[in-house]
């Protein structure tokens, strides 16, 4: 597969699944498969969202796909206790090869890392049942606002950006939900906002988010010091700007993602 900006180190696997925990009270209370028996999940990673899925839907049944075997073998582990329930398959999701059709399908926080995501939406389209409900959840970057103007976060953010884009992914894929979903012929496309607009009003929860955006921002550093990129000095300056955040009485932190439902 092309080059993925967070790469595949345990530290980053572990990320997945905090990831998961912290951002699942905004993610999960819209997602709706009642009675779906059996779905696929694109780009599943470690399985940290699979997890969720199975204790919250606990007749259905799951084939998790992702184009890095590392991740597969970690999922593997990590859900071993579900595995009754779970398939899993190595392939990249824009040229899908299963033998099954299935009557829904999961996405999140992989479209921004795929050239041509139309694609994905094509593919994982001719394996659905008429009828199925897909979910997507995907990144807005640029929507990101933060006070006091840091320039450590400011430089580190847009160049994180520029990275991805360098890639050949996209982090405002989730803008482009509404179109992508039409292009690929689903219907009933409705799309919701998410995020967290957060300021000192609740300091445990921007505590709480500034600590998360820190490693999220982190897990891009190993990648953008070897695409010298950046130097580990603006690592350092952008992680100090987080905890200048959190500690100024004016805070704000304000980010949006886009959450996406539509049907076969
Ligand atoms: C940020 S992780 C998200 C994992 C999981 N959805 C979650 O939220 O924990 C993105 C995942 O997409 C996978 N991925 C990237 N490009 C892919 C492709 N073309 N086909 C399938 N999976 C892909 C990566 O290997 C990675 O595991």
Request: proline share 4%; aromatic share 12%.
């Amino acid at each position: 597969m092309t080059s993925y900006i967070h790469g595949y180190v345990p530290e980053e696997q572990e990320r997945l699944v905090e990831q998961a925990g912290v951002l699942g009270s905004l993610i999960y209370p819209r997602i709706d498969f009642i009675g779906c028996k059996q779905i696929l999940e694109i780009g599943s990673g470690v399985g940290a969202q699979t997890q969720v899925l199975l204790d919250l839907f606990p007749e259905m049944r799951i084939t998790c796909v992702d184009a890095e075997s590392k991740q597969l073998e970690k999922a593997q582990v990590n859900l071993d206790s579900f595995k009754d329930r779970l398939s899993f398959e190595c392939q990249d999701a824009r040229n899908l090869q299963l033998n099954e059709k299935f009557d829904g399908a999961f996405i999140c926080w992989v479209l921004e890392h795929i050239p041509e995501p139309i694609q994905v939406l094509r593919s994982l389209k001719s394996h659905l049942l008429p009828g199925s409900k897909i979910w997507l959840t995907e990144v807005y970057n640029s929507s990101f606002y933060f006070y006091p103007e840091l320039s450590g976060l400011r430089n580190y953010y847009e160049k994180y950006n520029q990275f991805q884009r360098s890639l050949g992914g996209d982090p405002d894929v989730g803008l482009k939900l509404g179109n992508l979903l039409q292009e690929a012929s689903f219907i009933d496309i409705n799309l919701f906002p998410g995020g967290f607009h957060l300021s000192q009003h609740d300091p445990n929860t921007l505590k709480q988010i500034t600590t998360y955006w820190k490693g999220l921002m982190k897990s891009g550093a190993a990648s953008m010091l070897e695409a010298q990129l950046i130097k580990e000095e603006e690592v350092r300056l952008m992680e100090q700007d987080l905890d200048t955040i959190f500690e100024d009485r004016n805070a704000v932190f304000y980010y949006r993602f886009v959450q996406a439902s539509a049907t076969v």
